[in-house]
């Protein structure tokens, strides 16, 4: 067991309205449990209580504490060679993700016989042999309605947006919502006829997806690397670990396909291009395609070279190898159909709560719209 002094205690911020029991603390354990057989450092649940039946009288977690630092304090101050590092690091825990296969896409659930507490020393009488159940994504703001798990991207498209429907329909006084799900299920046929959905590699299977993979939530820290001239050891900063594991999610691998921009561009995002910025919410997918290209003056040619490195490892790991095929294929996935497959999903996934979300949608149908004529003549 992990000494005191390198623990987490863990309160949920937000608690299910009404639950007597915080079942997401059960999820969060199932999740970090079945990551302890795939390469990649994750923090352990020691102990946990999901209801509020103890001498804190309130639900909690207590967790190991992984050492080193977050990357997004000092992915700045690093020099080319270690970028490329936490790159090839970055790669690998991508791969090991790509390597959790699951049957159904989803939200990652624990099963029904997880107890709802567990106290320390307790954990080696769990056994967690099947690892975590996978259920719908569900829809509404806040606790969510259930649906169908779905075995295809298209499957899940389908059921996410008729439940969405459904869930908004009832209110009048949301019929301009329900004309925009109502559209967004127009693009999903026309994506089909496109050939959006035809087999391939990356919506033949489903992975399991850290949805918020960013560098505050990659703890990197110091790795004996070769010796120096004067036989000294030099300390490069390589990835560590990976931090929360919250609402990890089981996707079909084109929608884990988004590209890392940070590596490459870390910038703040209030330095992004005006014409840009002003429709920008975060999302590396509303990004031009062009922004990054060679031509470019937005990136230095060391940040080009950790760009191309990042996709040539990529490629060979997950494509196979780095013949033009597999490039291509890695393109389209990152910065073709995939694009327009992810801006569809968020809307599948999330609806609209605010109007921010009714602007993406306006920018997103516009966009697709003229795509759609240069693709089929229409």
């Known amino acids: 067991m992990a000494p005191l002094e390198n623990v987490v205690f863990r309160i949920p911020r937000f608690a299910p309205s009404g639950a ?208 120096t001239l004067d036989n000294s050891e030099k300390q490069a900063l390589r990835i560590a670990g990976v931090l929360d594991w919250d609402d990890a999610l089981s996707v079909p691998p084109v929608l884990a396909c988004k590209p890392p921009v940070w590596l490459w561009d870390f910038s703040h995002n209030e330095d992004l291009p005006p014409n840009i910025l002003a429709d920008y919410d975060g999302d590396v997918d509303l990004l031009p395609l062009g922004l990054y290209d060679v031509k470019s003056d937005r990136v230095s040619d060391q940040s080009l070279q950790v760009r191309q490195f990042f996709e040539t490892t990529f490629t060979e790991r997950l494509y196979g190898d780095s013949s033009l095929v597999s490039r291509e294929t890695y393109h389209d996935d990152a910065y073709g159909r995939g694009r327009w497959l992810r801006r569809l999903w968020r809307f599948a996934l999330d609806g609209f709560s605010d109007n921010m979300h009714v602007e993406r949608f306006q920018n997103f149908d516009e966009a697709w719209s003229e795509y759609r004529k240069t693709q089929s003549g229409v």
């Open 20 to 227: 007597s029991l915080n079942k997401h603390i059960k999820d969060q354990f199932c999740i970090l449990e079945a990551l302890r057989p795939v390469k990649i450092k994750a923090p352990r649940i020691l102990a946990y209580d999901c209801t509020s039946d103890n001498t804190l009288g309130m639900p909690f977690s207590l967790q190991t504490r992984l050492e080193g630092q977050r990357l997004d304090l000092v992915y700045q101050d690093l020099d080319l060679a270690e970028r490329l590092g936490i790159a090839s690091d970055l790669v690998d825990v991508l791969s090991s993700l790509d390597g959790v296969k699951l049957q159904r896409s989803g939200r990652l659930c624990s099963p029904e016989d997880v107890p709802p507490r567990k106290a320390l020393g307790d954990m080696n009488d769990l056994s967690l042999a099947d690892g975590p159940t996978v259920q719908g994504f569900g829809v509404g703001i806040g606790e969510r309605t259930a649906t169908v798990a779905a075995v295809s991207l298209q499957e899940s498209l389908s059921t996410q947006l008729g439940a969405w429907l459904q869930h908004e329909g009832s209110d009048v006084a949301k019929s301009f919502v329900v004309d925009m799900f109502r559209r967004l299920e127009e693009i999903c046929t026309e994506m089909t006829e496109l050939g959006f959905f035809e087999e391939r590699k990356s919506l033949a299977s489903n992975i399991l997806y850290h949805w918020d993979l960013e560098p505050r939530n990659i703890i990197v820290g110091p790795a004996p690397t070769d010796r």
